[in-house]
T-cell receptor, first 113, second 114 residues
Framework: EAQVTQNPRYLITVTGKKLTVTCSQN?????MSWYRQDPGLGLRQIYY???????DKGDVPEGYKVSRKEKRNFPLILESPSPNQTSLYFC????????????FGPGTRLTVL | GDSVTQMEGPVTLSEEAFLTINCTYT??????LFWYVQYPGEGLQLLLK?????DKGSNKGFEATYRKETTSFHLEKGSVQVSDSAVYFC?????????????FGPGTSLSVIP
C-alpha cells in the first residue's frame, strides 16, 4: 500500500524563520509533487519532481524551494516564510507521467505569524 | 488554459438522498478526468476516474460519466450515507498541454445528516 509521510503535521512559526516540511514515500515512485490547499481555491501545485535531481515549478512556486537528492524524499523549504504562506500543504506521489493517479500524504497545517 | 469548475458548496443532504455534484472543464486536448475525496483531517484519495469520452468511472456507489459534448463529469450517488461526508474535488490531467500536472477544482463540501 502506498504510504506518503509528512512531517511535521502541524507547525506554527514566525515570519522569516526558515523551515522545512519533509515528505517521504515507500513506493519507489518517480513522480512527487507539493500542493497547497486554500479555501475556495482548491489545490494548487507548488513544485513537482519527475525523478532524482529533476524538479520544476508548478503554478505557485514563489517563496518555496524543493530538492530531490534521493528518490524517496522530496522536502519543501520555505527560506523566509510570510503570513500569506499560511496554508494546508500536501505532498503527493504518482507512478505514471501525467500524475494520472496520485497518492496524497496526510497534510501539514502551517501557520506563519 | 485548462480549468475545472465545480458547483458551489456546501451541500447538505439527508441520509439516503440522491447526490449530484456538477463538474465542468475546459481543456485544449483530451484530458483524463478524476474525482478525489478528502475526508476530515486526511489527504485526498482517488475516488474514480475516466480517461476518454463516454467512459464511466465508478467506485463505492459513486459514478461519473465523461461527457465530451458538454465538457462535464458530474458525480452521482443514488443513496448517500453519513460516512460520505467529505470534500469532493473534480480534477483533470491534460497530457497535451500540462503533461506533468493535475488541475483541481475548488472542491465541494458535502455533509450528510442522519
Amino acid at each position: 500500500e502506498a504510504q506518503v509521510t509528512q512531517n511535521p503535521r502541524y507547525l506554527i512559526t514566525v515570519t522569516g524563520k526558515k523551515l522545512t516540511v519533509t515528505c517521504s514515500q515507500n513506493m519507489n515512485h518517480e513522480y512527487m509533487s507539493w500542493y497547497r490547499q486554500d479555501p475556495g481555491l482548491g489545490l494548487r501545485q507548488i513544485y513537482y519532481s519527475m525523478n532524482v535531481e529533476v524538479t520544476d515549478k508548478g503554478d505557485v512556486p514563489e517563496g518555496y524551494k524543493v530538492s530531490r537528492k534521493e528518490k524517496r524524499n522530496f522536502p519543501l523549504i520555505l527560506e523566509s516564510p510570510s503570513p500569506n504562506q499560511t496554508s494546508l500543504y500536501f505532498c503527493a506521489i504518482a507512478r505514471d507521467r501525467g500524475f494520472n493517479e496520485q497518492f496524497f500524504g496526510p497534510g501539514t497545517r502551517l501557520t506563519v505569524l | 488554459g485548462d480549468s475545472v469548475t465545480q458547483m458551489e458548496g456546501p451541500v447538505t443532504l439527508s441520509e439516503e438522498a440522491f447526490l449530484t455534484i456538477n463538474c465542468t472543464y475546459t481543456a485544449t486536448g483530451y484530458p483524463s478526468l478524476f474525482w478525489y475525496v478528502q475526508y476530515p483531517g486526511e489527504g485526498l484519495q482517488l475516488l474514480l476516474k475516466a480517461t476518454k469520452a463516454d467512459d464511466k468511472g465508478s467506485n463505492k456507489g459513486f459514478e461519473a460519466t465523461y461527457r465530451k459534448e458538454t465538457t462535464s463529469f458530474h458525480l452521482e450517488k443514488g443513496s448517500v450515507q453519513v460516512s460520505d461526508s467529505a470534500v469532493y474535488f473534480c480534477a483533470l490531467s491534460d497530457l497535451k498541454t500540462s503533461y506533468d500536472k493535475v488541475i483541481f477544482g475548488p472542491g465541494t463540501s458535502l455533509s450528510v445528516i442522519p
